[in-house]
Every structure is written in structure tokens, then in C-alpha cells.
Antibody, heavy 117, light 107 residues
Framework: EAQLVESGGDLIKPGGSLRLSCAASGFTFSNAWMTWVRQAPGKGLEWVGRIKSKIDGGTTDYAAPVKGRFTISRDDSKNTLYLQMSGLKTEDTAVYYC????????WGQGTLVTVSS | DIQMTQSPSSLSASVGDRVTITCRASQSISTYLNWYQQKPGKAPKVLMYAASSLQSGVPSRFSGSGSGTDFTLTISSLQPEDFATYYCQQSYSTPRTFGQGTKVEIK
């Protein structure tokens, strides 16, 4: 059974840095394009960014609000996706999900990042 | 960036009702459109992809249509487990923007 498990969420002060991890199992992670999606408390879904598989170039794309502050990477040897966040702002407070997107549509349970002084 | 606008933002309906949610893109996205269902405290799950392809395991009372800029998600006969928030998302270009969501509540 395919599974994604996020970790690393925490309470962090504005301006701080944090790295989220997403451990994958049960499917061929190295072939998957992986995406981060976030959801602020009581708000809708926001696409954060994506990394392609290495065979497809391994390139990344980001949403404008996080571009230049967030970096997505992957370690296919560990079946793990990362989201390095820096220069955190209060508006980055959200549950962060990793997902493969359709048609496989595997999602993690989410990890909460709270940015507050 | 492509803007996705859903309507209505919320609706009240009864079990057995036919429910229609619309999604409009700010530019043509062909059929690069996904629909998600999200229940409180849970991760979203895809219902439809490529505008009208039913995700495996999703009940056939869900259907999707549209192309270009205008899309529709229809629930033919609303069931108790369908009360949730629904989101459209374009997969035509990055950033892969979502609509603001439509909350389907019990009347």
C-alpha cells in the first residue's frame, strides 16, 4: 500500500527556517513528480511547488509567495521528499501536505507549521 | 498565473439532491482540470482528473464535464458521506492553482 508520511512541522519564529520531510513507500518514488500543497487554518488549498522525477529533469517550480524562500528537493535513495523553508512569515502558517497528484493521488497526513513570535 | 473561480462558495442541499458546482479558469486550460473532495481534518482526495475521468474507486454518482474555461462537477444524488468541501485545480501550467472551494452542507 502506498504511503506518504510528512514530518518536521513545528512552531517557529518569523524569519526562521525549517525543513519538512515526506517519506514515501509502496510505490516507485523515483518515478514520481512530487508536490507540496499547504492549507492555512480554515482556508483553502494552496499549491506550493513541485519537483519532477530525475529522469524527467528533476526541475522545480514554485508558487510566487514562496519563490526564493522555499526549496524542494528529493533523495531517491531514501525515498524522501524535502521542503526547505527559510525567511518564514506568519502567513506561511499552514498544514503542509506532500502528494503525488493524480492519477495516483497519494497524500500524506500533513504536518503543521506555525510561524509566530 | 491562471485564476480558478468556483461557484457557489457554499451550498445547502438534502440527501438525494442533484448538486452542481462550477469552476471557471481565467484562460483556456483545455481539459487539464482536477476535482478534489476534502473532509474536515483529512487530506484532499481526487474525484476527477482530466475534467471528466473518474478516479478509481470514486462512486459513479460523481461526474465532471467541460473544457476550455468552464467546468462542472455534478453529484447526481447527494449521499451523507458527500458533505465536504470541493476544490477544482488546473493542471495546465504552473503554478497549479486551486479554486477557493465549495462547501456542501446539509440542509
Amino acid at each position: 500500500e502506498a504511503q506518504l508520511v510528512e514530518s518536521g512541522g513545528d512552531l517557529i519564529k518569523p524569519g526562521g527556517s525549517l525543513r519538512l520531510s515526506c517519506a514515501a513507500s509502496g510505490f516507485t518514488f523515483s518515478n514520481a513528480w512530487m508536490t507540496w500543497v499547504r492549507q492555512a487554518p480554515g482556508k483553502g488549498l494552496e499549491w506550493v511547488g513541485r519537483i519532477k522525477s530525475k529522469i524527467d529533469g528533476g526541475t522545480t517550480d514554485y508558487a510566487a509567495p514562496v519563490k526564493g524562500r522555499f526549496t524542494i528537493s528529493r533523495d531517491d535513495s531514501k525515498n524522501t521528499l524535502y521542503l526547505q523553508m527559510s525567511g518564514l512569515k506568519t502567513e506561511d502558517t499552514a498544514v503542509y501536505y506532500c502528494t503525488t497528484g493524480p492519477p495516483d493521488d497519494y497524500w500524506g497526513q500533513g504536518t503543521l507549521v506555525t510561524v509566530s513570535s | 498565473d491562471i485564476q480558478m473561480t468556483q461557484s457557489p462558495s457554499s451550498l445547502s442541499a438534502s440527501v438525494g439532491d442533484r448538486v452542481t458546482i462550477t469552476c471557471r479558469a481565467s484562460q483556456s486550460i483545455s481539459t487539464y482540470l482536477n476535482w478534489y473532495q476534502q473532509k474536515p481534518g483529512k487530506a484532499p482526495k481526487v474525484l476527477m482528473y482530466a475534467a471528466s475521468s473518474l478516479q478509481s474507486g470514486v462512486p459513479s454518482r460523481f461526474s465532471g464535464s467541460g473544457s476550455g474555461t468552464d467546468f462542472t462537477l455534478t453529484i447526481s444524488s447527494l449521499q451523507p458521506e458527500d458533505f465536504a468541501t470541493y476544490y477544482c485545480q488546473q493542471s495546465y501550467s504552473t503554478p497549479r492553482t486551486f479554486g477557493q472551494g465549495t462547501k456542501v452542507e446539509i440542509k
